[in-house]
Structure formats: C-alpha cells, structure tokens
C-alpha cells in the first residue's frame, strides 16, 4: 500500500500480511533507505508474494503437421554447421515468452530436424536438456562419451555441463525431435556457461548404448558413471498426441 487512499485487497487484510498505512515520517524514512539502494520490504510485500500463482503466460498451441513443415523447411535453408544447433524455436505466445525465448515459465522448447550424415557439433552448456524423438531412424546422442542410439518416441536425458553431440548415421532416415531446455532459467538465475568441443564431434569412449543397457530397466541398481554422476536414459515409455 502507498498512501493512506490505497484500497487494501480484503483478503491482505489479515495477520501475516502488509497492512502499513504510510506516514509523511515513513516517506522520509523511505527515501533514505532508497538513497542506499534499500527498500522496505512490507512496501512490496503483497505484491512479490501473491496469494497463488500469477502467469505471464497464454496457452498456446503447436500442432505437429505445422512445425514438421517448418522444420523440414529449415533442412533446405540452414547447413547445421552454421547454425550450431538448427532448432525451430516454440515461443509462448506472450510478451514474457518472446523476451525470455520461453515456451512456458523460465523453459526453453524447440524441434530440430537432421538429415543422414548431418552433425550438431560437441558443446556443452549449465542448461540441462531433454529429447524425444518423434520420427525418424538411425539418429544418436554421444554425451560424455557415451553412444546412444535413438529412434521414434525414445526420450533421452543431458544433464546440465556434459559435452555432447548429435547426429544421424549416413544410412538412417529424417529424424525429428523436440528438445527441452531450463536456458531461460539459467539466464535469470546468471549462471549460464556455454563452450564448444576441440573436435566437431566426440570419439564414443564406451560401448554403445552402455547407459540405457544399465539404467533403462524399471528398478536397476545404480553404478557410478562419469557423466558428472548423473545417468541417461533412452526407452519408448513416452507418446506424444499428434494431429493428423
């Protein structure tokens, strides 16, 4: 509230919540804390802390047929080597969205298509990431050194500062898939580091598929792995609704 004709929301008016009625005394008092980058936090108390969630947010919708179109479309206008990661953005239809390059809240989501023989070259990034693969065949992730093997409605894990590359071998098919990133978190947060490998792409350092082998089991035991300790996944446990 800032002044004494400030109607006050019924329901702040309880024990527990900002209920000071300003003062000529407390003006001043403000301007000084503000003369010192400070602030009274009753001042805004209400507001940062709102009874539930308020989103910036709208729903939107992608339908599949539409974005495949695009993605498609970018295969003939992009060579992946120059993008550095040729994904079709999905941004909220919201002015947060657009600045934040959000999908929803503090995420990141997009679709990338690759041809066979095509490369995402190695890098790594604080952002963590997730894939599902939505069409295709023959395409792979090496994180860490580890190869994985992906195919349609396999859904893989990247945890956050593992180097990691994608691709799709020479004699496999388009493939299509949709990546989920916290970006938008890790810039507000300002911890977002981001580097490329010293090689387009990494040497597989295990054999292949070793991850899923170990943890794609319901109730697998859990091993060591150098991947900054964190396991990956790859398996068809998830489907996602398509228009026709």
């Not at 992608?62 to 550095?84: F, I, Q």
């Not at 909220?92 to 929803?104: K, Y």
């Not at 069409?135 to 992730?141: L, R, S, V």
């Not at 994180?143 to 691709?167: E, K, R």
Request: aromatic share 8%; proline share 5%; glycine share 10%.
């Amino acid at each position: 509230m800032t002044g004494n004709s400030t109607m006050i929301d019924p329901r702040d008016d309880v024990l527990g919540r900002s209920r000071v009625t300003d003062t000529p005394e407390l003006e001043a008092f403000y301007q000084e804390l503000a003369a010192r980058n400070a602030g009274a936090f009753w001042k805004c108390a209400n507001a940062i802390e709102p009874w539930e969630p308020e989103t910036r947010y709208r729903p939107t919708l992608w339908r599949y047929s539409e974005m495949r179109d695009m993605c498609l479309r970018a295969l003939d206008l992009v060579k992946p080597e120059e993008a550095g990661r040729r994904v079709v953005t999905l941004l909220n239809d919201s002015d947060a969205g657009r600045e934040n390059v959000a999908v929803c809240g503090w995420l990141f989501s997009g679709m990338q298509a690759m041809r066979p023989g095509e490369i995402t070259p190695a890098h790594r990034h604080t952002a963590s990431a997730h894939r599902f693969i939505m069409e295709g065949k023959g395409a792979y992730t090496v994180v860490d050194g580890h190869h994985i093997t992906l195919g349609a409605n396999d859904y893989v894990l990247t945890p956050g500062g593992c180097w990691h590359d994608h691709g799709v071998v020479a004699d496999g098919e388009v493939s299509i898939w949709q990546d989920g990133l916290d970006i938008p978190l890790m810039n507000s947060l300002e911890t977002n580091f981001y580097a490329v490998y010293d090689q387009p792409a990494q040497a597989a350092a295990f054999p292949t598929d070793d991850l899923p082998l170990t943890y794609g089991g319901g109730g697998a035991a859990a091993r060591r792995h150098r991947c900054m300790g964190k396991a990956l996944f790859a398996g068809d446990g998830l489907s996602l609704g398509r228009d026709a």
